[in-house]
């Protein structure tokens, strides 16, 4: 799977929009790109996933470039709560178990501030 | 959907014991399971993928003797470390994934704390 580059932290504003750029710029054609993020002590949690196309859902935004090489994963309106580390991880899909590993890098700890 | 939960959330141990961890897919059927582990101030390690009803595969420099995982069903695999050690204490995840036409996202437990005295 194709390595990613993170700042290791951000800090935001209650309220605005938090955007949280990854580069992966070996990536091949078959990977997505994945964000997560872990809230301290907890378990990771999903937040989106795509391939080529933007997407969106009710937590965030990916905006993905047209050469794929990197990505911004925007929370819109981000709160208290949004702080946390947001890992952005590149790998294939397939079928068999040996191609779901998640490969994990140190992530960006955004901070959002009151 | 896709809750995974993990039980005990936190275990205390004596040097030398061993600890049974639980990881379950509440709402589907998880083909793969994974367990991870995640040191302070560390990101998650990947320790070994298991399927259901076949032997897991373990990490390069993962004792399979000491980290004994069982996934003997689509709901449920389990980890244990055997005669744990104080090197042994970390934060210990387990995910699962399922598959289906248009997603196999990856969706983790909360996390299991154990201390080894």
């Known amino acids: 799977d194709a390595k990613t580059t993170q700042p290791p932290s951000m800090d935001c504003a209650e309220g605005r929009a938090a955007n949280l750029p990854c580069n992966h710029s070996?990536?091949?054609?078959?990977?997505?790109v994945y964000w997560y993020r872990q809230i301290h002590s907890q378990g990771p949690q999903y937040i989106i996933h795509?391939?080529?196309n933007n997407e969106t859902n009710e937590m965030a935004s990916l905006i993905i470039t047209e050469d794929r090489k990197s990505s911004t994963l925007i929370l819109p309106h981000a709160t208290l709560r949004d702080t946390a580390v947001y890992y952005c991880?590149?790998?294939?899909?397939?079928?068999?178990?040996?191609?779901?590993?998640?490969?994990f890098g140190k992530g960006t700890l955004l901070t959002v501030n009151p | 959907g896709a809750v995974v939960s993990q039980h005990p959330s936190w275990v205390i141990c004596k040097s030398g014991t061993s600890v049974k961890i639980e990881c379950r897919s509440l709402?589907?059927?998880?083909?793969?399971m994974f367990w991870y582990r995640q040191f302070p101030k560390q990101s998650l390690m990947l320790m070994a993928t298991?399927?259901?009803?076949?032997?897991?595969?373990?990490e390069q420099g993962v004792e399979k003797d000491k980290f004994l995982i069982n996934h003997a069903s689509l709901t449920l695999s389990t980890l244990t470390v055997t005669s744990a050690h104080p090197e042994d204490s970390s934060f210990y995840i387990c995910?699962?994934?399922?598959?289906?036409?248009?997603?196999?996202?990856?969706?983790f437990g909360p996390g299991t704390r154990l201390t080894v005295l």
């Open positions: 995910s699962a994934g399922r598959t289906s036409v248009s997603t196999d996202t990856q969706y």
């Open positions: 070996t990536i091949s054609g078959n990977e997505y």
């Open positions: 795509g391939l080529k």
């Open positions: 991880i590149v790998r294939s899909r397939g079928p068999s178990g040996s191609n779901y590993k998640l490969t």
């Open positions: 709402d589907f059927q998880a083909t793969t």
């Open positions: 298991s399927n259901e009803g076949s032997k897991a595969t373990y």
